[in-house]
């Protein structure tokens, strides 16, 4: 072995610590632009690229706000489960943001443990508020309420509407379906498209999800997955700001399970059916992005998808004539699910009144308007969604994302308890196997689901 | 005689230990070993003993921790998918490191064949390529390639009238493609392994076979495998530990299903903590699981006293 002096031992250490105190910074993170700045901290889903295209949000809310420094943390995952566990341990670190974006995904989870009421502040700027509660449908709203308090303020919205290719329907000899078209005629359709086309072509494509996945078809059968009530409350809400529309109630409470009702049966009989004759595809678990090449390479004929999908398929070259948007067909009824997106504020947070500054002008004419400069999700105010799909980019049907609202007003938000990650696996994991083993097995399936549902809502 | 030599021996060496020339290397040693030390205890050692704590406790991250005693414990063994995604993470393993094993053997026989060196070397890197992919990226990849309605396998498979299979929306066809992606990913460190083991073995031994008329059959059998049978100790050890330890490939490809078909203890141990907030229930999983892994191994070296052959 090499003989070191102490000499040389003594000077290794010394040249050990100099290097980790030079490096400090960089160890405990502190060299990363932002952190440990007084700034209002907002953390969103997205990229890095998303974060940066925040950047005039932020440039504008400044200019109003010029006190009010803003740090756009982005936070990626695969879903939103992902998002907000990776919120949730950056509060276990010690370091929550002040604001977050939340979706209906997990608007009762925030509201239940993390997030701030923003009752108060709504009732101090009534007046302020009225004209975005004006512009706003009250669906939307209620949607964002938990326990007769508001939590969020939309500011982008997607209703599961059907999307099609034009070349198929006519290929097959359709016209545009009615906008109340029924079940057997979403059938005829389909067959139509199939019998019209080769063999790597699908009438109907979809998702194991829970948006656009099985709940449109358990909507408009005037069904669900979970009992859906009411909470109490929210008067305070709707008296002030829609008092011409009946009182809402206090937002929406999904506590037990009901997968085994027999409109679900139904609607999952009617999905094993479409499987079983090959006119839909058997679900795989995934995201959009599958979807939009396949619809738009021309192999797919319909799915289900929302205003978010009309920048997706213009930027893959999609032309506005080769597709059109319509409502999903009616069964029981046609009430269609939607999801919706806000910022909540932090229960946590300092800045609470600085966060409120931050919400209110996200969903300004002028914040939402430079938030969303592309057709890339609804807009709950109907005077910018007009705005936005009318400049020529989507559908020639584009009215149908905000007619879905007007026109079928028990429209409402997919079923997504405190417990959502877990009623969502539950879901998820039986939809295969409930639609997939013959019509013997749906009900098997449910059966599944229904005690999966129920060990997921009685929690731990 | 001996009386004096073991009393002088001691003697001698603490005399020599005291000396500065002695003190001075293992002053050095620990001064290397220290980062390493420090990081292991800090990463891996502290985290073990904090969620053998956890597993003991009710948290959700937001609240404060509460202690349950044995009450996650009692949950698992009360949770059908815990106890499937168990039973199918041991049948996994046991498939698994069987075809693992017998591929990697396989190859790295083939492999040391003779051939061309460029060929061999060809062979070598093409076949240890996988294990530097991400498992992620291959797995998104074999999705698609998997996929039902337009997957390129059922394409394949149509071109000689085979109907669309369901890969991936099937309990059978689901775990077939499992372990064929994590087969595929993962026997490359286990071949590597082979292929050394199997150039430490004396040319003279297989001439002196040679000479006594044992053909290549016999020489595998009885030459061979008994001499690569450490290396064998070894690569099944690993094996059964990382295939014990699966996540990606079931839950990008299928997230567990259909149904809980290829739910694995990981993914129930990430879904506890992560999805669900159950951060003690998780834990517990994970107490279990390294218990498993433990038993498993320690199995496995009781019995490579009878099997394993030192030469």
Redesign the interface.
């Known amino acids: 072995m090499v003989d070191i002096s102490r000499r040389a031992v003594v000077g290794l250490l010394g040249l050990g610590v100099a290097g980790t105190a030079i490096s400090w910074p960089r160890l405990t993170g502190r060299d990363i632009p932002g952190r440990g700045d007084d700034a209002l901290t907002v953390a969103l889903f997205g990229t890095q690229q998303d974060a940066a295209a925040r950047q005039a949000l932020v440039e504008g809310f400044q200019k109003k706000h010029p006190d009010v420094a803003v740090r756009i943390v982005a936070i990626q995952g695969q879903d939103w489960s992902e998002y907000f566990a990776k919120i949730l341990t950056m509060i276990a670190a010690g370091s929550p943001p002040d604001v977050v974006t939340v979706a209906t995904e997990g608007t009762q989870l925030f509201a239940s443990r993390l997030a701030h009421p923003i009752d108060e502040y709504v009732q101090r700027d009534a007046d302020e508020m009225q004209e975005y509660f004006d512009d706003v449908h009250p669906a939307l709203i209620e949607s964002f309420m938990y326990k007769g308090s508001l939590f969020q303020l939309p500011d982008n919205f997607n209703a599961a509407n059907v999307f099609y290719n034009t070349t198929a329907l006519e290929r097959s000899g359709f016209e545009r379906p009615a906008d109340d078209w029924s079940l057997e005629d979403f059938f005829s359709v389909a067959r139509g498209m199939k019998s019209g086309a080769d063999g790597r072509f699908l009438p109907y494509f979809w998702n194991n999800r829970l948006w656009g996945g099985v709940v449109p078809w358990l909507y408009v059968n005037k069904t669900s997955f979970l009992t859906e009530e009411k909470a109490s409350g929210g008067d305070w809400f709707w008296n002030r700001f829609y008092p011409s529309e009946a009182p809402r109630g206090g937002g929406y409470l999904w506590e037990r399970a009901d997968a085994l009702n027999d409109r679900a049966v139904e609607s999952f009989e009617v999905l094993q059916q479409m499987v079983s004759e090959g006119i839909a595809a058997n679900p795989a678990q995934g995201g959009g992005n599958e979807l939009v090449a396949l619809f738009s390479s021309g192999q797919v004929g319909m799915t289900p998808a929302g205003g978010f999908w009309v920048k997706g398929l213009h930027d893959a070259g999609v032309a506005n004539d080769d597709y059109d948007v319509t409502f999903f067909p009616r069964m029981a009824g046609q009430r269609h699910q939607f999801g919706a997106g806000g910022y909540a504020i932090m229960q946590t947070s300092e800045r609470k009144d600085e966060a409120w500054e931050w919400l209110k002008y996200c969903v300004s004419m002028e914040g939402m308007a430079i938030a969303h400069p592309q057709p890339d999700s609804s807009l709950p105010r109907r005077s910018l969604n007009t705005k936005l799909y009318g400049a020529g980019t989507g559908p020639a049907h584009w009215q149908v994302f905000y007619d879905t609202l007007d026109k079928f007003p028990d429209t409402g938000p997919m079923p997504a308890p405190p417990q959502q990650a877990a009623v969502e696996s539950a879901l998820i994991k039986n939809v295969v196997g409930a639609i997939t083993n013959g019509p013997g097995g749906v009900r098997r399936g449910l059966e599944n689901m229904q005690r999966d549902l129920e060990l997921a809502l009685k929690g731990r | 005689m001996s009386t004096t030599s073991s009393t002088q021996a001691p003697a001698a060496s603490d005399s020599v230990a005291r000396s ?2 002695t003190r ?2 293992r ?2 040693i620990s ?1 290397f070993l220290a980062p390493t030390v420090i990081g292991l205890a800090l990463f891996s050692f502290l985290p073990i003993v904090a969620s053998v704590v956890l597993a003991f406790f ?1 948290w959700d ?2 609240t404060s921790p509460e202690f349950v005693g044995l009450d996650n414990f009692a ?1 698992l063994a009360s ?1 059908p ?1 815990v106890r499937v995604s168990f039973l199918n993470t041991i049948g996994f393993v046991a498939t698994a490191v069987v075809v693992q094993l017998a591929v990697a053997l396989l190859l790295a026989i083939l492999v040391q064949s003779k051939m061309p060196n460029w060929l061999r070397t060809f062979f070598r890197s093409t076949l240890f390529f996988p294990l530097i992919l991400s498992a992620a990226s291959v797995s998104l990849i074999m ?2 390639l998997f ?4 997957g390129l396998v059922n ?1 394949v498979l ?1 071109w000689i009238g085979i109907a669309k299979v ?1 890969w ?3 309990g059978f066809g689901a775990k077939v493609v499992v372990l064929l992606v994590y087969v595929w990913q993962n026997f490359g460190f286990t071949f590597l392994l082979f292929i050394g083991g199997i150039a430490a073995i004396p040319k003279e031994v297989y001439e002196a076979a040679s000479i006594d008329g044992a053909t290549g059959w016999k020489q595998f059998w009885q030459l061979t495998l008994p001499l690569i049978s450490p290396t064998m100790l070894v690569a099944s050890v690993m094996a059964i530990i990382n295939a014990l330890q699966i996540f990606d490939q079931p839950w990008v490809l ?7 078909e290829t739910r694995t203890a990981v993914m129930v141990i990430y ?1 506890s903590a ?5 951060f ?2 998780a834990s517990a999983i994970g107490v279990v699981l390294t218990l498993l892994i433990m038993l498993v191994t320690a199995i496995q070296f009781q019995l490579s006293k009878r099997f394993v052959f030192y030469g």
């Open positions: 500065g020339a001075r290397p002053l050095l001064l009710r991250i937001i949950r949770n998918t999705a698609y996929n039902q309605e337009f394409e149509g369901g991936l929306t099937t299928t997230r567990g299903g259909p149904g809980d879904e992560f999805r669900q907030l159950d003690g229930g």
